[in-house]
């Protein structure tokens, strides 16, 4: 089945670590985002690529950078965790942006020490 | 610029009584609009969308949405709630003109009761 993928679902990191949460598709959509989600909120975009063009929300702090190297893998670095980033992330896509359904994955829930 | 309200962050139904969420927008343009169901530690996932022509929408697992230009509203209705609607339901907008994103309402968390 075609499909959104997240790697880890479940990660820990400690503060001020490195860390990269992944997503694939097999979709071949055009459009891929990630979300925050913190609990019992909406989810918040950070930023997109419509392609290999990259969006990134006005609001997304510099600590959140992100990678698409190809169609399918689309990366979110965290530079340096801090507790108030403990969140779930979403990985979502779209075959194009205009009134196009979203795709979500299952999310990785991000924990920080 | 375009937001979401939803009423109420808890609505509590019993089993097989009417669901009713509700969903107010705002945009400077024609919308798109979305309604999404979250289960815990889950992604979102579609319900059913309102893009263009008949403004009664159907979507999955019985739910359906109608949209009211004059109210700016997209409510979200089931007729007999069942013990796995339980979730939060995320109401969303997308501008339809040109290349636009989802904003997403606060949500709202159905809780279903015997």
């Known amino acids: 089945d075609a499909m959104v993928i997240q790697n880890p679902r479940y990660q820990v990191t400690q503060f001020g670590k490195p860390v990269t949460l992944s997503c694939s598709q097999t979709l071949n959509h055009n459009v891929m985002y990630w979300y925050q989600q913190k609990s019992s909120q909406a989810p918040k975009l950070l930023f997109h690529y419509y392609d290999k063009d990259f969006n990134n929300e006005a609001d997304t702090p510099d600590n959140f950078q992100s990678r698409r190297p190809n169609t399918s893998f689309c990366f979110l670095d965290i530079r340096s965790p801090g507790l108030g980033d403990a969140a779930m992330y979403l990985c979502?896509?779209?075959?194009?942006?205009?009134?196009?359904?979203?795709?979500f994955g299952p999310g990785t829930r991000l924990t920080v020490l | 610029a375009q937001s979401v309200t939803q009423l109420g962050s808890h609505v509590s139904v019993s089993e097989g009584a009417l669901v009713l969420l509700r969903c107010n927008y705002s945009?400077?343009?024609?919308?798109?609009l979305f309604w999404y169901v979250q289960y815990p530690n889950q992604g979102l996932q579609l319900l059913l969308k309102?893009?263009?022509?008949?403004?009664l929408v159907k979507g999955i697992n019985g739910f359906e949405a109608e949209f009211k230009k004059s109210e700016t509203s997209f409510h979200l209705t089931k007729p007999s709630a069942h013990m796995s609607d339980a979730a939060e339901y995320f109401c969303a907008v997308s501008e339809n003109s040109g290349y636009s994103t989802l904003t997403f309402g606060k949500g709202t968390m159905l809780l279903v009761s015997p």
């Open positions: 945009s400077s343009v024609p919308p798109y």
């Open positions: 979502a896509t779209s075959r194009n942006g205009q009134g196009d359904e979203q795709f």
């Open positions: 309102y893009t263009t022509g008949a403004t």
